[in-house]
């Protein structure tokens, strides 16, 4: 092999340096703890798809996990929002169901789709100002504030629908829920505009920067002119008006507005999967990304369960242990930080 050969095989490969330089580039894009993420949902693939090969991998199964998260990864997202201010709103469960009453009754009282859609966007927003004028002005702690408004909201929808469930026959209202557009559902659009929406504003406005400020020191922020309680109230406007939205499209996949929806730990795995997408419960640090990571973990853990056929309960302390493990990271990412 002659010198210019050697040369040649020089300049072909890149040197380990530049190799580390390429992985290093990757980690900061990417972020290192949504690498870890990655890695944890395609050990969870392996597992599963292991067990239950015959199903897990098929098309109709992955279509299900996106429609199954559809709901949660929207409330995840506004969670993150939450979260990363310096808040925490656990009432979204009890907003999903207050909201599917409302839309439902809209829609047989009128017969229209929109107006529907607008009253369950509307009842939202209404639970999340409620919640953002109790926090802020009324000083009370975010979490007592909407535990109390989580059964208060509850409550009134048990009430105006009288405990039971209303049926809703709009074809065009159930299409949101059960159509399909080029191929996919269209629910899963639905999450794919939201996660843009969700991921520009937070990383690409100075509103998302100002929300960074606000959660990581709220005296600094309003010293620096930033109109903190404003925010706040704002913010979680857009918490409800998100479950709001989860509300409608889960009216629709069923065909009816029913109080009991949203109130089996929905608010819990919305909060596990932003702590378990990087949010630092402290404020000021969270990812829409890390979020969407977080749901997709979830969707595939709650799917390979009912797989394998794990039973019920066990399927509870394995969504218990999840949380307790994502607060866990957390905490001790913060700690190194």
């Given at each position: ?7 040649q ?21 990417v ?11 395609i ?51 009890s ?11 809209v ?22 100002l ?6 802020t ?89 930033i ?55 402290q404020?000021?640090?969270g ?7 977080g ?37 001790y ?5």
């Amino acid at each position: 092999m002659t010198s210019s050969d050697h040369a040649q095989m020089g300049s072909s490969a890149p040197s380990a340096p530049n190799r580390r330089g390429i992985a290093q580039r990757i980690a900061d894009r990417v972020g290192v703890h949504n690498i870890s993420l990655i890695f944890a949902l395609i050990v969870l693939c392996i597992i599963f798809g292991t067990l239950r090969g015959d199903v897990f991998f098929s098309s109709r199964n992955i279509l299900n996990i996106g429609l199954a998260v559809t709901i949660l990864g929207v409330l995840a997202m506004s969670q993150t929002v939450v979260i990363v201010a310096g808040g925490l709103d656990v009432s979204v469960g009890s907003t999903v169901g207050f909201a599917t009453v409302a839309t439902a009754m809209v829609a047989q009282s009128t017969g229209s789709a929109a107006v529907a859609v607008v009253a369950g966007l509307l009842i939202g927003a209404a639970c999340g100002l409620v919640n953002g004028i109790i926090i802020t002005y009324g000083r009370v702690n975010a979490v007592i504030a909407t535990l109390g408004t989580m059964a208060i909201f509850r409550g009134v929808a048990f009430i105006l629908s009288d405990g039971q469930s209303i049926s809703i026959f709009d074809e065009t209202f159930r299409f949101m829920g059960n159509g399909r557009v080029l191929g996919f559902p269209f629910p899963i659009w639905i999450l794919f505009v939201t996660a843009v929406l969700f991921q520009i504003f937070l990383s690409r406005s100075i509103a998302g920067r100002n929300v960074y400020a606000i959660g990581g020191n709220p005296v600094v922020a309003r010293f620096s002119g930033i109109n903190v309680n404003r925010y706040r109230v704002a913010i979680y406007i857009m918490s409800g008006f998100a479950a709001g939205l989860g509300g409608i499209i889960l009216a629709a996949r069923t065909g009816s507005g029913q109080p009991i929806s949203g109130s089996q730990g929905l608010e819990l795995e919305a909060i596990t999967a932003a702590v378990l997408g990087g949010c630092a419960l402290q404020g000021g640090r969270g990812t829409i990304v890390g979020a969407l990571l977080g749901v997709l973990i979830i969707g595939v853990l709650n799917n390979g369960m009912i797989l394998t056929a794990v039973p019920t309960f066990y399927q509870l302390l394995a969504k218990g242990a999840l949380l307790i493990l994502a607060v866990l990271v957390a905490e001790y990412r913060l700690n190194r930080a």
